[in-house]
């Protein structure tokens, strides 16, 4: 399970490093390189955190395959969460 | 990259999409439900008795003497102890020999049996409906059903290499593929069909390259006789040895000497011992009953099932003769694990279900690419007006909706066909595909507009009056399955009725649609009638 939320909040950083999702989010922030940076780096490393997590959760092969599927999960859930959701995100 | 050569992959991807998109969709959406064929099985042998466990050890005795009584002289047995989901029941299979100097060479699945067996008695499990279950539902993905194996390979084996070439060409096309991962804009029409196929496509990609890849690999022989040709000529005998050697399996010459075979349940706490602890998953005697009798006790395990290889021990003495290894080599190994991502039975519950989702992820790609193709030409009123526009539009929903409908139509068949009739399971199969035939005349008579809403609104029942049915029909419904906590069979009901809210959901959001269409209409017509009128008032003018 650590393996999915790590992959969940790694693909909303890496949303956040891209101006239009960014700016779906938080509309009164200024998208900036720095920011753009900060989210695309948090992003990777949470995606690589969350690779290790699969892998030591249920060995390589397993693991692996089942984080390819978290991450066709995370990835299209969050788009259709930006798609009609966006704003509830703002709350955070 | 050359705008020439990227319009050229557009055509392509464009045209082997469109022209294959329903035999696509018809393979992935049986083939998803392939995830879950034991399931499927369980929820249509509504009679079948409960899922037995038992030691391996107590169960192979069970089989060998069923089988020492009903198929002594055979060339092989397969012995599949229960456990998991794949094997609910002790489960039996023979080979027998094919006679020599016979005048015409029998039917080879005369030559075969299985059976399931109870643990209890030792005796096959008590007769029930006969029904193609999950099984046949999962092989039509690569056999169509009706038509002969043979020509289904190989059309399946073309399909899946333009499946391939719609993917490779697809990430060609697509020209922002990071830039717009996360993108979807709904109610935006074209664009909202685009962007919708580009999002499933995308984030999908590793499981759409990997099943597509796999499904290739399943089909190596139909892609690449020339090897085999080449080495061997046309010696389909001589082929076929070398390549059973190649997976690994030693023929056993038969010494026609008869000798006692070997207690089996000693070997398999031998085969335990070597694998410190774990059970065997499968037994194979091989000549039972002769003086070179062998069994061969092996485990599956891991991605690609061979993983555990196996021990051979001599089927008369009983003595250990050497491992067999599960991996023979690099390219089994890589095949292998290809096969076995592909088949996913190593799957346990939580990666079963993100299967089955990659599954349907599949399934929309195909359906929302199928559309776009129509949403893109829907604004140009000529080629609305075409027959090839009328004749996709047509397909599409008799395949998109029409196919599900079907679906629903073979479980049905399953409750209501009487249990005693003649080819019972091939009348399921028949109603499935009656009624798509229907579903797919359905938009021809009606206008697609209607039949779009209407075959949504008929899925939704069919597929949410499932569990009233089954209520109806027999004691596994869900008031039983819920409270005995039975959950292959509870999820099955509550699956179809979740299937029936979402298509509820979708007739819905179509009618309000065509509804609003029908309301904007007239005021489209009057725009036209007056930008006429003013262009005729300004020629009139001028």
Known sequence: MTGFFLTILGVCALSLGMKRHFLQVFPALRFSRARQYTARFAGALLLIAAAFACVSDAGVGLGLTIYVAYLNLAAFGLALVLAWRASSLREF | MNGAFRQSMTWLHTWTGLVFCWILYFMFVTGTLGYVDAEIDRWMKPEQIAPQQAAPAEAITVAARYLQREAPGADRWFITPPGGR?????????????????????????????????????????????????????????????????????????VTMLMFVGLITGIVVHKKIFKEFFTFRPGKGQRSWLDMHN???VTSLPFQLMITYSGLIFMVTVWMPGIALGTFGFDVQRTQTVLSEAVGQVPTERANEAAPLVELA????????????????????????DANAEVAVNRSEGIARIGGGGFVYNGVTGDYERAAPG??????????????????LFAGPVLRWLYLFSGLIGTAMVATGAVYWTAKRKRTGVQRQSRGYRFVDALNVGTIMGLPIAIAAYF?????????????????????????????????????????????????????????????????HLGYSLRAGDWVLASFDLVALATGIAF?????????????REASQPVELEDELSSSLNTDTGAAVA
Request: a negative charge; hydrophobic letters at 45%.
């Open chain 2, 327 to 344: 991996v023979p080599n690099a390219p089994i190994a890589i095949a292998a694990t290809l096969i076995g991502l592909h088949e996913g």
């Open chain 2, 199 to 201: 999002l499933l496509s």
């Open chain 2, 266 to 289: 000693p070997l398999l706490a031998d085969a335990q011992m070597r694998w410190d602890g774990a059970p065997a998953t499968g037994v194979e005697v091989r000549l039972p009953g």
């Open chain 2, 86 to 158: 794949d094997a609910p029941h002790l489960r039996v299979f023979w080979q027998l020999p094919t006679p020599e100097n016979a005048e015409t060479p029998p039917d080879p699945e005369s030559l075969r049996g299985q059976e399931l067996l109870d643990l209890d008695t030792g005796e096959p499990l008590p007769e029930v409906r006969e029904t193609g279950g999950g099984q046949v539902l999962y092989r039509m993905h690569y056999l169509l059903h009706y038509l002969d194996r043979d020509i289904a390979y190989r059309f399946i084996g073309v």
């Open chain 2, 412 to 476: 049905w068949a399953n409750r209501l066909l009487p249990t005693g009739m003649e080819h019972r399971a091939d009348w399921e199969v028949h109603a499935m595909f009656l009624v798509w035939g229907l579903c797919l005349l359905h938009p021809v008579v009606r206008s697609t507009k209607h039949a779009w809403s209407e075959q949504a609104w008929f899925a939704a029942a069919a597929f949410a009056l499932i569990p009233v049915l089954n209520g109806l029909t027999t004691q596994v």
């Open chain 2, 504 to 516: 509820a959901m979708a007739a819905l959001l179509m009618s309000r649609r065509a509804a609003g």
